[in-house]
């Protein structure tokens, strides 16, 4: 009886000076499928590298990211455009990150080679519903669009269609990085999608008001170039703090923006 007492007595001993193991600390990212595909997992290595805190990729668009993260359910959301008042006011915090090239893309049997944000927005509104009218050839458009609450759609909307709604016709993509795909299958067909998930065969880009889709051109915005740029940023619940204050410094040193660099535009 005495031994067994004994025993009891170690046990507890041994559980009181174990050492403790804490479960690895982990960060929680969903959002904006160009953040997701191509910034998140680089930036995430180097900072798990240099601190031992894993960081968890989710796509979902900008819209679901920003709705996880209001139910907690993740630290940070990516989004591809700005946050509205409203937003704001639930007490959402946006990290301005750089711009992404929104560009449009055609059919590459389609001989159209510039188009002006006009133009565009006759397009995207259903206004003009024939390439001929637009100086093309005597074909039907067939305008394909992202998914509602993507970053994508918001920026179409935002900055071609302005006051005006898409057109009823549209051919809605599930997937946003699948829209190009949907283009090269309709000799008509024009979509506007971020310049960095465009890798589908029998596409092509064209100009807008005469000005090429490239990162120099957007950088130069404020200039009045390239006039189709999507803000890229990282949204938070409040200021962020402890891990996740540090993971932003990361993404806003020179190094981040070397990372941003590789596929959108970083803020200078």
Same mark, same amino acid.
């Given at each position: 009886m005495l031994f067994l007492r004994n025993i009891g007595f170690f046990v507890i001993i041994t559980l009181f000076l174990a050492?403790?193991?804490?479960?690895?600390?982990?960060?929680?990212?969903?959002?904006?499928?160009?953040l997701q595909r191509f910034f998140m997992?680089?930036?995430?290595?180097?900072?798990? @590298?240099?601190?031992?805190?894993?960081?968890r990729i989710e796509g979902g668009n900008t819209g679901p990211g920003i709705s996880a993260l209001l139910r907690n359910e993740v630290n940070m959301?990516?989004?591809?455009?700005?946050?509205t008042e409203q937003e704001k006011k639930q007490g959402l915090v946006e990290h301005f990150l750089g711009w992404d090239v929104l560009a449009i893309v055609v059919n590459q049997q389609n001989p159209i080679n510039n188009l002006t944000l006009d133009q565009l927005q006759s397009i995207f509104s259903g206004a003009v519903t024939n390439w001929k009218d637009v100086g093309g050839e005597d074909r039907t458009i067939v305008v394909v669009t992202a998914r509602r609450g993507s970053g994508m759609r918001n920026a179409v909307k935002s900055m071609v269609l302005k006051e005006k709604e898409f057109l009823s016709r549209e051919i809605v993509s599930a997937i946003v990085a699948e829209l190009d795909q949907q283009v090269s299958l309709f000799p008509g067909a024009?979509?506007?999608?971020?310049?960095?998930?465009? @890798?589908?065969?029998k596409v092509k880009l064209v100009k807008v008001n005469g000005v090429e889709p490239t990162a120099a051109n957007i950088a130069n915005i404020s200039n009045g170039n390239y006039p189709l740029a999507k803000p890229l940023a990282l949204i938070t619940k409040g200021e962020p703090e402890g891990e996740l204050a540090r993971f932003l410094l990361l993404v806003k040193s020179p190094r981040g923006k070397a990372i941003l660099n590789q596929r959108f535009v970083a803020i200078k």
């Amino acid at each position: 009886m005495l031994f067994l007492r004994n025993i009891g007595f170690f046990v507890i001993i041994t559980l009181f000076l174990a050492p403790s193991v804490h479960a690895e600390e982990v960060l929680r990212y969903a959002g904006a499928t160009t953040l997701q595909r191509f910034f998140m997992p680089e930036a995430a290595r180097l900072f798990s @590298d240099e601190t031992a805190v894993r960081i968890r990729i989710e796509g979902g668009n900008t819209g679901p990211g920003i709705s996880a993260l209001l139910r907690n359910e993740v630290n940070m959301a990516g989004a591809g455009r700005h946050l509205t008042e409203q937003e704001k006011k639930q007490g959402l915090v946006e990290h301005f990150l750089g711009w992404d090239v929104l560009a449009i893309v055609v059919n590459q049997q389609n001989p159209i080679n510039n188009l002006t944000l006009d133009q565009l927005q006759s397009i995207f509104s259903g206004a003009v519903t024939n390439w001929k009218d637009v100086g093309g050839e005597d074909r039907t458009i067939v305008v394909v669009t992202a998914r509602r609450g993507s970053g994508m759609r918001n920026a179409v909307k935002s900055m071609v269609l302005k006051e005006k709604e898409f057109l009823s016709r549209e051919i809605v993509s599930a997937i946003v990085a699948e829209l190009d795909q949907q283009v090269s299958l309709f000799p008509g067909a024009i979509t506007a999608l971020s310049r960095s998930m465009i @890798d589908a065969p029998k596409v092509k880009l064209v100009k807008v008001n005469g000005v090429e889709p490239t990162a120099a051109n957007i950088a130069n915005i404020s200039n009045g170039n390239y006039p189709l740029a999507k803000p890229l940023a990282l949204i938070t619940k409040g200021e962020p703090e402890g891990e996740l204050a540090r993971f932003l410094l990361l993404v806003k040193s020179p190094r981040g923006k070397a990372i941003l660099n590789q596929r959108f535009v970083a803020i200078k």
